[in-house]
């Protein structure tokens, strides 16, 4: 029972490059989310999927793209990558919306 | 939307009560505080939450004032593995946890 899985767990792009952060979970949640962590502040939220086929915005969307792939999966997409979007990118998920969030280990990502 | 003001930072000698507080003076009567704590770089980890009653789990209690304009979170017996920041939260519109800058506990033999 792995719990909530992230990969991968450190990348480099440059700016302008794209990619996929992938996050999975085992323990059958319906919500799932993604935050994103800079230096010395707290988590803000990118964006949520209340329960599969839905994705909702959170407090920082701009720049990112999400998809809800199944019910195990939510992937995190930069389509152009910039060096604001440097930052630890946690995925989380719950039973469902407005009950405790269970997070995985974090990737950490820098862009040049 | 509510929103919580924390201490900085806490010290707690080990074996001792941690008592964590939290002012979110602005809460709705519906709104439930969340404690979180993030150990190092860590993904955060749930401890508890309530709405108007206390609640007690295996980690922690949480003490909720009777007009729900502050909480305290207790570690009753702190160990050196408690050192973190704490965070405490409160539903946006019910659905966005928005993180404060917590509280970071050191606790010290």
Redesign the interface.
Known sequence: NAG?TQTPKFQVLKTGQSMTLQCAQDMNHNSMYW?RQDP??????IY?S?SEGTT?K??VPNGYNVSRLNKREFSLRLESAAPSQTS?Y?C?TGVE??R???????TRLLVL | DAKTTQPTSMDCAEGRAANLPCNHSTISGNEYVYWYRQIHSQGPQYIIHGLKNNETNEMASLIITEDRKSSTLILPHATLRDTAVYYCIVLYNNNDMRFGAGTRLTVKP
Do not use: K
């Open positions: 909530v935050y010395g502040m707290g988590l803000r939220l949520y209340a909702d959170g407090e630890v946690f989380a919306i407005r405790p969030q269970y997070f995985g280990p974090g």
